[in-house]
């Protein structure tokens, strides 16, 4: 499981981070946040598929040199994120 720099799993921090968050939208409207009642999360998945270039590119309209292909390439950086969605009942305490 996927830690913080504190060593806490991330989805921890993630509750904290939401609960601060409502707690914070829930005093500027002048209500206050109760019990949670709802948690939910999702997530995509991320396929990867590796092929040759030559075969994506040169084997299929018969251009494939000899010797291979020399290339150079630098992969980009990958970012994956997950949701969660947190719902607390609103007390109205007026």
């Given at each position: 499981m996927k830690?913080?720099?504190?060593?806490?799993?991330?989805?921890?921090r993630?509750?904290e981070d939401?609960?601060?968050?409502?707690?914070?939208?829930a005093?500027?409207a002048g209500i206050?946040?109760?019990?949670?009642?709802?948690?939910?999360?999702s997530?995509g998945k991320?396929?990867?598929?590796?092929?040759p270039?030559?075969?994506?590119?040169f084997?299929?309209c018969?251009?494939?040199?000899?010797?291979g292909?020399?290339?150079?390439?630098?992969?980009?950086?990958?970012?994956a994120e997950?949701?969660?969605?947190v719902?607390?009942?609103i007390i109205?305490?007026k």
């Amino acid at each position: 499981m996927k830690t913080d720099k504190n060593g806490y799993p991330v989805f921890y921090r993630a509750a904290e981070d939401a609960k601060i968050k409502a707690g914070v939208l829930a005093k500027a409207a002048g209500i206050h946040i109760g019990e949670l009642v709802h948690i939910d999360y999702s997530w995509g998945k991320v396929d990867f598929e590796v092929r040759p270039v030559q075969d994506v590119c040169f084997e299929s309209c018969g251009m494939a040199p000899a010797g291979g292909i020399s290339m150079d390439i630098e992969p980009d950086d990958m970012e994956a994120e997950d949701t969660v969605t947190v719902v607390w009942e609103i007390i109205n305490e007026k």
